[in-house]
């Protein structure tokens, strides 16, 4: 039996997806979505086309009028022997200045973090979709999965009838 998605855990259509960070939506209560471009150098793009990438641990920071992503890791690039990458460097998301402040403004204050939640490729273009999340606490997270199994024991209950 498939598990329940998030509606917003599929990738949008015409898209290809690279990686997602599964444990997101576990560990966070995602507020809002946004995407973003992603400044790359050649054998990262390549790498990604390969679909070597991972998003586990991987945050978004603002510094000055910027925003950062840090330790997304972006696999080496084979063939690009000479001029390869540093795999977890952090590279800079391109994003609107609006949008920018307006996250900016929310993680310093409220506490926010900005989470990648996948990493796709749109019209041959690498994007990232980010979160605005707050961490859910223990007792939140056993209140979803007293929620899930509820709900599966609904389901189970009626496919039965």
Request: hydrophobic share 35%.
């Amino acid at each position: 039996m498939a598990a329940a998605k998030h509606k917003d855990s599929a990738p949008p259509d015409g898209v290809r997806l690279i990686a997602q960070h599964k444990r997101a939506r576990f560990d966070y209560s995602v507020e809002e979505t946004l995407e973003a471009g992603i400044e790359l150098l050649g054998s990262e793009v390549k790498s990604l086309r390969q679909g070597g990438a991972n998003l586990t641990d991987s945050y978004a920071i603002p510094r000055g009028t910027e925003l950062y992503l840090l330790n997304a890791r972006i696999g080496p690039y084979g063939h690009a022997s000479a001029f390869t990458h540093e795999p977890t460097r952090s590279r800079r998301l391109l994003l609107h200045r609006s949008e920018i402040d307006r996250w900016s403004a929310k993680v310093r204050e409220r506490g926010y973090s900005i989470i990648p939640l996948m990493l796709y490729f749109k019209r041959g273009i690498a994007k990232v979709q980010l979160g605005l999340c707050l961490g859910k606490t223990h007792e939140d997270r056993r209140a979803e999965i007293k929620e899930r199994e509820t709900r599966r024991e609904i389901e189970r209950a009626l496919r039965r009838r």
